[in-house]
């Protein structure tokens, strides 16, 4: 049951209530979701609230959606595991229609950009893993705040 007065939001209630669904079998891959008015129905919540929830689901990969279609629970994709270059810049963004097609990305998966001077990849971030270098001095960037490290001091 969502909760009306929680500090989450209930998009995001229900999208984790769907995504535990999912990683617990309920909803195997392949499965298609309740139609948005039985989603909206059966957990007290507008359309719009269902649609956002759907959103956050189709953003990590989870569910595909087609216009006037059910989502349907995607297939976990097979992961890649590449080294990124000493230095590199890594990036996340969302692919060009172009790219999405050259790629069989669907909607809501973002594209992994690794960069150096010598190079640029693109990889689609629900096939791939990135792994870096450690940091110098052993410590995890983001481990203390939501600040990455700065060179400005």
Do not use: C, F
């Not at 929680?6 to 995504?19: G, I, N, P």
């Not at 891959?29 to 689901?57: N, Q, T, W, Y």
């Not at 890594?90 to 809501?108: K, Y």
């Amino acid at each position: 049951m969502l909760d009306r007065r929680a500090d989450v939001s209930l998009y995001r209630q229900l999208a984790s209530a769907l995504r535990d669904q999912i990683r617990h079998g309920e909803l195997p891959p392949g499965a298609e979701l309740p139609s948005e008015s039985d989603l909206s129905k059966r957990h007290g919540v507008s359309r719009d609230v269902v649609r956002d929830a759907m959103a956050v689901l189709r953003a990590e990969g989870l569910v595909a959606t087609v216009r006037g279609r059910r989502a349907i629970v995607r297939e976990p994709a097979a992961k890649v595991s590449i080294q990124a270059p000493p230095a590199a810049e890594i990036t996340a963004r969302m692919p060009t229609v172009d790219e999405r097609r050259h790629w069989n990305i669907l909607e809501g998966v973002p594209l992994i950009t690794v960069r150096t001077t010598d190079m640029e990849t693109h990889h689609p971030a629900d096939r791939v893993v990135v792994h870096t270098a450690p940091a110098p001095d052993g410590a995890l960037y983001g481990s203390g705040g939501d600040e990455a490290p700065s060179d400005t001091g």
